[in-house]
T-cell receptor, first 109, second 119 residues
Framework: GQNIDQPTEMTATEGAIVQINCTYQ??????LFWYQQHAGEAPTFLSY??LDGLEEKGRFSSFLSRSKGYSYLLLKELQMKDSASYLC??????????WGAGTKLIIKP | GAVVSQHPSRVICKSGTSVKIECRSL??????MFWYRQFPKQSLMLMAT?????????EQGVEKDKFLINHASLTLSTLTVTSAHPEDSSFYIC???????????????FGPGTRLTVL
């Protein structure tokens, strides 16, 4: 089967750094996306990894290890507006996105 | 770039009526559009995938006669919920991919969603 494992909820402090881990199992693999979704809103694209390694984009970085079926999203200099759900979304061999419930990140002052 | 709009953002209708939701890619040609449904505190559920000019492919368990999808152009797809019932109340979200020349093939860019309430 196909599944994604992320923490249900995490809490961090404004200005700090947080790492959201994700492990996945898919039928084939065509890359992994991270999306951000604020409550009541649609997801917004953050990053895409298809090769092993770290992709940095401003305050957000995403890492992928295909052999381990593992990815993480690193958020630096946390701001209150970063409070949202973060969705680790692998793409399988049929180019289908596999959606889980994501990690709800709560930022405290 | 990669902006997707949806209209309406919110709709309330009576049971038995039909509701049409529009999804537009504003600054790119979307070869593929996707329709999702999301219930509160649950993950997105793909309903159907549509390519411009061809019939939509529906996911298992999604009634194609109830959820009519038309993808008439590279910038517009519509979802019509026919004979809506209270259990159809949900957050409907479209996404589009096919950003020609963009950095990532197959990246889905999402519309803002439509919240449907059926009374």
């Amino acid at each position: 089967g196909q599944n994604i494992d992320q923490p249900t909820e995490m809490t961090a402090t404004e200005g700090a750094i947080v790492q959201i881990n994700c492990t996945y199992q898919t039928s084939g693999f065509n890359g992994l996306f991270w999306y951000q979704q604020h409550a009541g809103e649609a997801p917004t694209f953050l990053s895409y990894n298809v090769l092993d390694g770290l992709e940095e984009k401003g305050r957000f970085s995403s890492f992928l290890s295909r052999s381990k079926g593992y990815s993480y999203l690193l958020l630096k200099e946390l701001q209150m507006k970063d409070s949202a759900s973060y969705l680790c979304v692998p793409m399988d061999s049929n180019y289908q996105l596999i959606w889980g419930a994501g990690t709800k990140l709560i930022i405290k002052p | 770039g990669a902006v997707v709009s949806q209209h309406p953002s919110r709709v309330i209708c009576k049971s038995g009526t039909s509701v049409k939701i529009e999804c537009r890619s504003l600054d790119f040609q979307a070869t593929t559009m996707f329709w999702y449904r999301q219930f509160p505190k649950q993950s997105l559920m793909l309903m159907a995938t549509s390519n411009e000019g061809s019939k939509a492919t529906y996911e298992q368990g999604v009634e194609k006669d109830k959820f009519l999808i038309n993808h008439a152009s590279l910038t517009l797809s519509t979802l019509t919920v026919t004979s809506a019932h209270p259990e159809d109340s949900s957050f409907y979200i479209c996404s589009a991919s096919g950003l020609a020349g963009g950095p990532v093939t197959d990246t889905q860019y999402f519309g803002p969603g439509t919240r449907l309430t059926v009374l």
